[in-house]
């Protein structure tokens, strides 16, 4: 048990470096100094990149297009001088880490070279980014529609989200038609092209669409009789349907006719093909959690049902939920390296660990190349199926 | 269990057709024009020198595609837009009409932009200041480039007609018209119909690059997969279920610990990167190393006798069956032994025991039964696995199965084979799903095939 748990912080501890290196990547592995100073006035290389990305502030003058050729007055450089898919010509050729390197007063390529010479350790580094980029977005898109569904209904099932016909009828239709018709006739009409007031645009016509059909529907008496939303049934009838499609072959169906491949649209899909666990997971959790004393002890203090959702039931649920997304955060992570050795989805200029696996394909002595990114993977899936380790 | 099963059958067809509907969306949606890859060279080379014959050859040709059709059963679009939008065959044309009408709500206007727009670019004799741009314009479907490109033809008679027909287009006095929806209802002759009665009738149409029929591409490559993977199951059974229960069986000790963690790191190691190493460094002679012989299913020399075609099979296939099965391997033998460990503290193996039962009938005759689910599991899935799983290792090994196949034919964006790919996939998935939790049922009567929740894991 103890060892375990020492185990378990180490993952903890791999898992969070890894977050560090790809937020501080810039800092780790750069072709630009930290500081230095040029002809007594101090720069601030690759802080100032980030507010010109920003717009905050103007470029230095004048520009500096390469920075290995300057001859500032004293510079602090990165611990890795290089930037990932950046050639160096005269390291070309894949440069071994113990072969000789003729990178003269610059630190050397720690980790080798590939065939144009880019830097392999700092492509590591933008490979840790990619990786997190695509594990946390995958994740967080998994939760985002596994939570509410499966909370909901494993917390309510069947039989207890009561209404009247008119309001859920209303509501699905009219919402289901609101939103159409804010899209097909009021977006062209209003001439919107921006994505957040597209968005508030089809929430408008939900919200129109449903509230019309809802007073409508009132007029007639049968629809005002009581109904409860069988919530469990739609829920287990979409994963039911999601669970026969087959993931990853619609996944390279789909991002093979891409044409502008980028990693967010690797996540969003990732992370869309994998609500169905969480989903399913968190209703038997919450299946369990309904049926505990505190939660009838809740109901009879007489605390609304969503509140004892969101403020009691769900809680209580989020450990073993976060327990279950570690290890779908080590399958989008290696999902997304298939995907760029394959060098599907991934734009072509992205170095990844993936793309750097797969090129090594190509020139079979290069050792480095197939070690290094192999074990980080490794090293990754390994920590990330440590912490999803149910006891 | 009847019900269950019936239940689960009726639910197939409503997968497959939601699967259907994707991969026919994902067909709509691929850029690249297949109609001009279907044209002659002669009639796609009339486009310069004579676009009202290269018109009529590019609709002849899109109407033996069928895509002079309405897409599916029904529409719902913009009153705005006319309900015969479909009849015009070029996409790009459709799209020009489809935006600028979206935008000024006028139909007539559009259409007489777009006659007169035809008219300029039918015209025989060639205007070099005035033939490219219209054509241009023919496809130019956002509306400010539109008005660059018409204001450097201002001052020309010839285009005074299509000037004032395009400014027409600028003015909202039609725009109402945009707030109507309409709803039309094409019946069975439309191109969703079409595509899939052919898919059903087990027409899978022919690949777009080699124009070889999908199904025999198909078939020559599923060999080739079926082999591997069916090798690749045996090794998992034949090593997993005896580590599996043999480590239960003596667990605590040192050999069970040992075991327990080199298959837990063992399943963290991704398999593409352990063939992409085994690759390097066996089958190449960058190390010195290459005992096996590299990529590809081998050469059979005339008349081999079976002798020889075993060993130049088997020497081909080891590293890709083994790269194949053992992630399998240490899913199945880590699960098996975590629920044979669960069963070994029940009380009716301690029963067994007092009844004198030896600990390998105990673990065999008993325990397997009970703790047999990952071993089913594996079973279900492994007919998607079939394909996915294949993708990898056949790259990385070169092998023709239906994996590369698969790979390539995305790239090549070759419709047909993926699609097909994609549909037999998903009734593979869908049937290895039955089959698993059929299989749950054989091994424990008293599961409740209710509910998706069996199917997990």
Known sequence: ?391 | MARYVLRRILLLPLSLFLLSLVCFGLRQITPGDQVISLMSKDEARLANDNPAGFDLAYHRAAQTLGLDRPTFYFSIYNGALPDTLHRITRAQERAMLRTFTLRSGNWPGVQQYYHELKRLAYRVENDPAITPVIRRLLIQDNFENAATSLQRLTGRPETAALQEAFDRLQSRDRAVTLLLPAFSWHGTDNQYHHWAGKLLSGDFGSSLVDRRPVATKIRAAAGVTILINGLALLLVYLISIPLGLYTAGSRGSWFDRLTTVGLFILFGVPSFWLATLLTNYFTTPAFNMDFFPSMGLGELPEGASWWTTLRIRASHLFLPVVCMAYPSWAYVTRHLRRSAVHELNQAYIKTARLKGLSRSTILWRHVLRNASFPIITLLGGIFPALLAGSVLIERIFNLPGMGQLLYTSAIERDWPVVITLVLLNGILTAFGLLIADLGYRLADPRIRLSSPQNAAT
């Not at chain 1, 297009?65 to 390291?91: C, E, F, H, M, T």
Request: proline share 5%; net charge positive; glycine share 12%.
């Open chain 1, 1 to 391: 048990m103890k060892r375990s748990n020492w185990f378990r912080r180490l993952a903890i501890a791999w898992l969070g470096g890894l977050l560090l290196v790809a937020v501080f990547g810039d800092f780790l592995a750069n072709d630009r100094p930290l500081i230095a100073k040029i002809e007594g006035e101090l720069r601030f290389p690759v802080l100032h990149q980030y507010g010109e990305d920003l717009g905050l502030v103007e470029g230095y003058q004048p520009t500096v297009r390469n920075w290995y050729r300057l001859q500032p007055d004293w510079a602090l450089w990165p611990p890795i001088p290089y930037i990932a898919g950046a050639s160096d010509v005269k390291n070309g050729n894949y440069r071994s880490p113990f072969a000789e390197q003729n990178t003269g007063e610059r630190a050397r390529h720690y980790l080798g070279t590939d065939k144009l010479g880019r830097d392999v350790f700092a492509g590591l580094i933008a490979g840790a980014r990619v990786s997190v980029i695509v594990g946390i977005g995958a994740l967080l898109i998994s939760l985002l529609l596994g939570i509410p569904l499966g909370g909901v209904a494993g917390f309510f099932g069947n039989n207890a989200l009561s209404g009247t016909r008119a309001f859920w009828w209303g509501w699905s239709v009219g919402g289901s038609l609101g939103i159409l018709y804010a899209a097909i006739n009021l977006l062209p009409f209003f001439r919107l092209t921006g994505f957040f007031s597209t968005a508030l645009l089809l929430l408008f016509g939900f919200i129109a669409g449903g509230l019309l059909l809802v007073g409508l529907l009132r007029l007639f008496p049968p629809m005002r009789k009581a109904m409860n939303f069988p919530a469990d049934t739609f829920v287990l009838q979409g994963v039911e349907l999601f669970v026969n499609i087959p993931g990853l072959v619609l996944l390279i169906a789909l991002l093979a006719i891409i044409n502008r491949p980028s990693i967010w649209l690797v996540a969003l899909i990732i992370g869309v093909l994998r609500w169905t666990y969480v989903a399913r997971y968190l209703r038997a959790e919450m299946l369990r959690i309904r049926s505990l004393p505190y939660i009838d002890a809740a109901r009879i203090s007489g605390i609304g049902r969503w509140r004892i959702l969101f403020r009691h039931a769900l809680p209580n649920a989020l450990g073993p939920i976060i327990v279950v997304s570690c290890f779908g955060l080590g399958g989008a992570i290696l999902l997304e390296a298939f995907l760029s050795f394959l060098g599907i989805g991934i734009p072509a200029n992205q170095v990844t660990w993936g793309s750097l696996l797969g090129q090594s394909r190509s020139h079979p002595s290069a050792w480095w190349m197939a070690l290094f990114p192999g074990m980080l993977l490794t090293l990754t899936v390994l920590a990330a199926n440590l912490l999803g380790e149910r006891e």
